[in-house]
């Protein structure tokens, strides 16, 4: 079975410091998807970003960066120079290749930055 | 806006009662998903259609059925509602029935908001 942990029930930062939300995973697949959803006060679910289990390469997109190590099982997410507009629920999930396998989330982190 | 649609965005009833949420997918895809939102539970998936067809069921309570139309639209049925299964409702969307199409990602609405009094 598939499992996602995000360790980290609540963070709160003042703006403009970084912060790196945590995930961990486990899976017997050797082929799997990582995703990291928001979901801002509103309430929807906003895709953030997908990564396949034989691309390690990490990614940049503007104040986002995602770390894939899967030497750890862990695909962690860091917000540089926060804002508050980033304070959401940041949910962590992975979903494996075979199968109809649904996607299975971490528990999620709520993140607060303060002005 | 992801492009899938649910309606309605709120709804108050009490127990008992019976209610039905509805979701439209994003043009073109073929794969609905429902998941559970409680406070306690996290995100829960619920159940899996693809064109029509039932693909895959998670936790979902015998109280609850779903099914998917012709148009591609899905419905929600939640019968005999108890206080606790006051959650918001999310319906997700996917191009292939295995939710790998080319990215693998589900494109989420907005939720449906239900609150049983």
């Known amino acids: 079975a598939q499992k996602v942990t995000q360790a980290q029930t609540e963070i709160s930062v003042v703006e403009k410091e970084d912060v790196t939300l945590d995930c961990v995973y486990e899976?017997?697949?050797?082929?799997?998807?990582l995703f990291w959803y928001k979901q801002p006060p509103s309430g929807e679910l906003v895709f953030l970003i997908r990564?396949?289990?034989?691309?390690?390469q990490n990614e940049i997109s503007g104040r986002y960066s995602w770390n894939f190590q899967k030497s750890t099982s862990s695909f962690n997410f860091t917000i540089t120079a926060s804002q508050v507009v980033d304070s959401a629920v940041y949910f962590c999930?992975?979903?494996?290749?075979?199968?109809?396998?649904?996607?299975?989330f971490g528990k999620g982190t709520r993140l607060s930055v303060i002005a | 806006d992801s492009g899938v649609t649910q309606t309605p965005k709120h709804l108050i009833t009490a127990t008992g009662q019976r209610v039905t949420l509805r979701c439209s997918p994003r043009?073109?895809?073929?794969?609905v998903y429902w998941y559970q939102q409680s406070l306690d539970q996290g995100l829960q998936f619920l159940i899996q259609?693809?064109?029509?067809?039932?693909?895959a069921k998670g936790n979902i309570l015998e109280r609850f059925s779903a099914q998917q139309f012709p148009d591609l639209h899905s419905e929600l049925n939640l019968s005999s509602l108890e206080l606790g299964d006051s959650a918001l409702y999310f319906c997700?969307?996917?191009?292939?029935?295995?939710?790998?199409?080319?990215?693998?990602?589900?494109?989420f609405g907005e939720g449906s908001r239900l609150t049983v009094l």
């Open positions: 259609y693809y064109n029509g067809e039932e693909r």
């Open positions: 043009s073109g895809d073929l794969s």
């Open positions: 997700a969307s996917s191009v292939a029935r295995l939710a790998g199409g080319p990215t693998g990602e589900l494109f």
């Open positions: 999930a992975l979903r494996i290749r075979a199968g109809n396998t649904p996607l299975v």
């Open positions: 899976t017997r697949d050797t082929t799997y998807y």
């Open positions: 990564r396949n289990s034989f691309d390690e």
